[in-house]
């Protein structure tokens, strides 16, 4: 028999998932062209494996990928369907060429998003529900109220943030528990580490972390030579610009050497690092591949010694990074940048 996966509770209020969960995006949106049957068979592939959280949102391809969720979770075995945790964000406001046109947290909007979402997801509850971005014309008590009277009616289970700082993060959990905050973070973006991740702590608000591999820049995996698209996110990503991208990639190869004598892939000692930062932490990896996946999934199962940790450290220490994780005009819709 195999081991069970690991698992992680969400703060104090949220539920316990898998230590690893499945962020979709890629499958839908921002990364290039995906394979419709085979992100199927890569979520399958998850569930299977014991992943039981299922990232998503209603604009990452315009309901798209909450099409592919609910398509990939009707077709999953029963039980492994059963134990789906599905976190969903909201509140992009999005044209019909695929450009971003704010945010909207009013109440009433809160409400439609979910009933429509609910529908694409084929599902009378969502796990976790969550603001993309705190509205900056709607005071964040309104948004999260809003959420907390969904959770009311039985449609969501519990609140979720995402992208929010310090202040935020009391003013919200003032007004009702809150499970995680979702926000970057990675060996290469470790900005929550001065005030928001005490103020999680404190608070009792546990942590999904996104772009562990800053979107693929510390896989291992990616190169120069690697084409992208307009509506790829890394066209447009400060970190993968010219002399940025080669002083980043010279980063990955000071942790392929650690990796090697780890014994382990570059991906999975950047994953496992972020899981080594603290059991409230659950990392979201992005792959939208089976290969992809199976490799991911392997750092659930890596310890990291003291000694392995000072090698990452001396490879990639803290601001190590060249290049902002958002270009400039989506760092100012950044709460936790504030
Ligand atoms: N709240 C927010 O603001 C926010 C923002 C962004 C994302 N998210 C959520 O977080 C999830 C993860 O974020 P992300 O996609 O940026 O994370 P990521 O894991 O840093 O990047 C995913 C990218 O890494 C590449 N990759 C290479 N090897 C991989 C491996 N072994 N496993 C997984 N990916 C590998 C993928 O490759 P290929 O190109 O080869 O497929 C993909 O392009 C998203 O799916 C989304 O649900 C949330």
Same mark, same amino acid.
């Given at each position: 028999?195999?081991?069970?996966?690991?698992?992680? &509770?969400?703060?104090?209020? +949220?539920? &316990?998932? #898998?230590?690893?969960?499945?962020?979709?995006?890629?499958?839908?949106?921002?990364?290039?062209?995906?394979?419709?049957?085979?992100?199927?068979?890569?979520? $399958?592939?998850?569930?299977?494996?014991?992943?039981?959280?299922?990232?998503?949102?209603?604009?990452? +391809?315009?309901?798209?990928?909450?099409?592919?969720?609910?398509? =990939?979770?009707?077709?999953?075995?029963? &039980?492994?369907?059963?134990?789906?945790?599905?976190?969903?964000?909201?509140?992009?406001?999005?044209?019909?060429?695929?450009?971003? #046109?704010?945010?909207?947290?009013?109440?009433?909007?809160?409400?439609?998003?979910?009933?429509? #979402? /609910?529908?694409?997801?084929?599902?009378? $509850?969502?796990?976790?529900?969550?603001?993309?971005?705190?509205?900056?014309?709607?005071?964040?008590?309104?948004?999260?109220?809003?959420?907390?009277?969904?959770?009311?009616?039985?449609?969501?289970?519990? !609140?979720?943030? #995402?992208?929010?700082?310090?202040?935020?993060?009391?003013?919200?959990?003032?007004?009702?528990?809150?499970?995680?905050?979702?926000?970057?973070?990675?060996?290469?973006?470790?900005?929550?580490?001065?005030?928001?991740?005490?103020?999680?702590?404190?608070?009792? !608000?546990?942590?999904?972390?996104?772009?562990?591999?800053?979107?693929?820049?510390?896989?291992?995996?990616?190169?120069?030579?690697?084409?992208?698209?307009? +509506?790829?996110?890394?066209?447009?990503?400060?970190?993968?610009?010219?002399?940025?991208?080669?002083?980043?990639?010279?980063?990955?190869?000071? /942790?392929?050497?650690?990796?090697? =004598? &780890?014994?382990?892939?570059?991906?999975?000692?950047?994953?496992?690092?972020?899981?080594?930062?603290?059991?409230?932490?659950?990392?979201?990896?992005?792959?939208?591949?089976?290969?992809? /996946?199976?490799?991911?999934?392997?750092?659930? $199962?890596?310890?990291?010694?003291?000694?392995?940790?000072?090698?990452?450290?001396?490879?990639?220490?803290?601001?190590?990074?060249?290049?902002?994780?958002?270009?400039?005009?989506?760092?100012? =819709?950044?709460?936790?940048?504030?």
């Amino acid at each position: 028999m195999t081991d069970p996966f690991p698992v992680r &509770t969400l703060g104090t209020t +949220g539920p &316990t998932v #898998s230590a690893l969960g499945l962020g979709c995006m890629g499958m839908s949106a921002l990364y290039g062209e995906a394979d419709r049957a085979e992100s199927i068979a890569t979520i $399958h592939a998850a569930l299977d494996a014991g992943v039981t959280l299922l990232d998503t949102g209603d604009f990452y +391809g315009m309901g798209h990928n909450e099409l592919l969720v609910n398509e =990939a979770l009707r077709t999953a075995r029963a &039980t492994a369907r059963d134990r789906a945790v599905t976190s969903v964000k909201f509140g992009a406001l999005r044209d019909p060429d695929g450009g971003w #046109s704010g945010y909207d947290g009013r109440p009433a909007a809160v409400k439609n998003f979910a009933a429509h #979402s /609910l529908t694409r997801l084929g599902t009378d $509850h969502i796990d976790i529900y969550r603001i993309a971005r705190l509205d900056p014309d709607v005071p964040v008590e309104e948004t999260v109220g809003a959420v907390a009277e969904l959770v009311q009616a039985g449609y969501v289970r519990h !609140i979720g943030l #995402s992208e929010v700082g310090a202040e935020t993060l009391r003013r919200a959990a003032a007004t009702a528990p809150i499970s995680d905050l979702q926000i970057e973070y990675s060996l290469v973006s470790r900005g929550i580490e001065d005030r928001i991740l005490p103020t999680l702590r404190e608070l009792g !608000i546990g942590v999904t972390a996104y772009g562990v591999l800053s979107r693929g820049l510390i896989s291992g995996h990616f190169s120069k030579d690697r084409e992208l698209g307009a +509506g790829d996110f890394r066209a447009h990503s400060p970190r993968f610009q010219g002399g940025n991208l080669d002083h980043n990639l010279g980063l990955v190869e000071r /942790l392929r050497e650690v990796a090697r =004598a &780890t014994g382990v892939t570059v991906a999975q000692l950047a994953i496992a690092w972020v899981l080594s930062r603290g059991d409230d932490i659950v990392p979201l990896v992005g792959a939208r591949r089976r290969d992809r /996946l199976h490799e991911a999934l392997g750092a659930v $199962h890596v310890a990291l010694g003291t000694d392995d940790l000072a090698a990452v450290q001396r490879a990639v220490p803290a601001g190590a990074a060249a290049g902002s994780r958002y270009a400039a005009a989506q760092m100012s =819709a950044l709460d936790s940048e504030r």
